[in-house]
């Protein structure tokens, strides 16, 4: 089984959303602090509450591990239907940490040129 396993079965290990979720929560939370940045009192609890909602789902329904389970499987065999099946998922996957890459990359970049323009 060693032989089969992917560089990427650290993702289908861990709790992906609840943890990027809590990250993102705690990056914003240190931001506004340390720019003294207050938001309204409804934007405040919809961050709160996208937090919230965003890690009981992903944690409590099972349609959100199955679908990670898929996307992101420990070992993965390539053997007649499933290998379409696992080109279909590496589709998605690459699109998915693609943009993910690409989205924070441009943000970050926004940002920098944003502060240097203004």
Do not use: H
């Not at 506004?32 to 992903?58: A, Y």
């Not at 993965?76 to 998605?92: A, C, D, P, S």
């Amino acid at each position: 089984m060693k032989n089969f396993r992917l560089n990427y079965r650290v993702l289908s290990a861990i709790p992906i959303m609840p943890i990027l979720l809590t990250a993102t929560f705690i990056v914003i939370c240190v931001y506004t602090g340390k720019r003294d940045i207050v938001f309204p009192t409804i934007v405040q609890r919809l961050i709160i509450g996208i937090w919230l909602g965003g890690s009981f789902f992903t944690c409590v329904l099972p349609p959100f591990a199955r679908l990670k389970r898929n996307l992101f499987p420990c070992a993965e065999f390539r053997v007649g239907q499933n290998e379409l099946v696992e080109k279909k998922n590496e589709g998605i996957r690459n699109f998915l940490m693609g943009t993910v890459v690409f989205g924070t990359l441009l943000g970050v970049l926004g940002n920098y040129i944003s502060d240097f323009l203004f």
